[in-house]
C-alpha cells in the first residue's frame, strides 16, 4: 500500500460517522476519574507527609547525636614528662 492508498483509507475512515458510546459509559468514566483524582491527591498528601516527618526526624537525630562533632578519646594520651620527679 503507498502513500495515497494509506491516505485515501484513512480519508474514508473519517468520513464515516463515529461509532454510538453506549450512554452508561460517560458515568462509568466520571466516577472512575473522579477516584484517580482522590487517589492521586491522596498519595501526594501522604508523600509530603511522610517527607515532612523524615526531615523532623532527621533534625532531632542530627542535634542530639551531633554526628559534625568528632567523638571523645577512649584512652588517655600519654604523659610524658614525669620521670624526672
Known amino acids: 500500500m503507498n502513500r495515497f492508498e494509506r491516505e485515501a483509507a484513512v ?4 468520513e464515516q460517522s463515529p461509532p454510538r458510546v453506549p450512554p452508561e459509559l460517560y458515568a ?3 466516577r472512575r476519574g473522579s ?3 482522590r ?3 491522596a498519595v501526594r498528601r501522604l508523600t509530603w507527609l511522610v517527607l515532612c516527618a523524615a ?3 532527621f533534625t532531632v537525630w542530627a542535634l542530639t547525636a551531633r554526628p559534625w562533632a568528632e567523638p571523645p578519646s577512649e584512652t588517655t594520651p600519654p ?3 614525669w620521670e624526672g620527679w
Open 28 to 30: 462509568d468514566a466520571l
Open 55 to 57: 526531615a523532623v526526624v
Open 11 to 14: 480519508r474514508r475512515i473519517m
Open 79 to 81: 604523659v610524658t614528662g
Open 39 to 41: 487517589r492521586r491527591t
Open 35 to 37: 477516584r484517580m483524582l
